[in-house]
């Protein structure tokens, strides 16, 4: 935002700051890729100073509260920033501890995560020694980060024990609180096709209840139990705290937001993006993309006192590794499920959706490239706009 805001705005009138508490800014589908040797800590990891316009400050610490009825940021460190429009962009987190026996005596040694930096490397090393036996990929509760990548995660496990040579070893299960693989009909019938052909088995409408470290098992609130010797969890996804300190937050967090103009709800000139959002669109990082661009539109019209016209559709745009070097491509908003069809031109592609190809597994692969060099610096994508096209699907 920053990058599409700093050269238009009047910048005689504007001062625009970037408060983080980080220094490093990390690429998170890296994560993905991490434990299996796929990607290096170095390939997804860099310098938040890097970028960040010349004229932008970058405030590094983190905020103790926001006073939205006072336009006031109180940073942790006892600083007090003013604000004229803010802009939320604190994205989500695994909360473990939410889940009992999660994040116990197992967490990061039988029990992992790969939603986080510290997750994604420790489980790295497990499986660089690990010699089989039950594997459990599980997802708490929607909604998650990115809600294909524990599907993902199971489609190269399979292909890395493969080429390990032990895949019959690994009996590997997806565990899900869904009744099927994925949100939307038509690309659940196509993922459980996939899991089927991998022998990945599937457990459906699992609401966990505990993690019992003891028995190694996971237990879901009907009694029933599923053994692991590894499980790779997804837990439960939830806002910043700061929301819940700030009274911004629902009850997991997420701020209130009008899901067209990503206005906040609480205050007119608060507004939110990305994973922070309560909106009901896929928290991906496509999707925090495609929201900077009406965001951008939508803010230059408020300064200006005008009427906000940009609408954000839920549009979302996920490649889908499923293992061998082949990718699943799915585009989708509001209100289209993902369907067949060709990306970004109808009828010519070159990218084909809903199916398995490699070129779709060099798209996911180019996308780091794309991260880096275009999405943060606010260079759109070329022919592929922030709403959703229909032309080339097969509703």
Partial sequence: MANHLHHKLDRKEWLIDIIDERTEHHYQPGYLFLPFDIYTPENIIKNIKDFIP??????????????????NILLENGEQIKYDLLIIATGSKIAPEETEGMKGELWHKSVFDFYTFEGALTLRNKLRDWEGGNLVIHITEMPIKCPVAPLEFAFLADSFFKNKKMRDKVNITYVTPLSGAFTKPRSTAALEHLLAEKNIGIESDFAIAEVNNEHKTIVDYGGKEIAFDLLVTVPTNKGDELMERSGLGDELNFVATNKETLQSKAFENIFVIGDA????????????????????????HFVNNQPMTAAFDGHANCFIETGNSKALLIDFNYTHEPVEGTFPFAGIGPLGLLK????????????????????????????????????????
């Fill in 54 to 71: 010349k004229d932008v400050n970058l405030l590094t610490s983190g905020i103790d509260k926001i006073v939205g009825a006072e336009n």
């Fill in 277 to 300: 959002t309560n909106v009901p669109a896929s928290k991906a990082g496509s999707v925090a993309h495609f929201e900077a661009e009406i965001l951008t539109e939508n803010i230059l």
């Fill in 356 to 395: 398995e190809s490699r070129m779709n597994h060099w798209g996911k692969l180019a996308f780091r490239w794309i991260y880096w060099n275009m999405l943060l610096k606010g260079i759109p994508i070329p022919f592929v706009g922030a709403n959703m096209k229909t032309a080339g699907k097969k509703f």
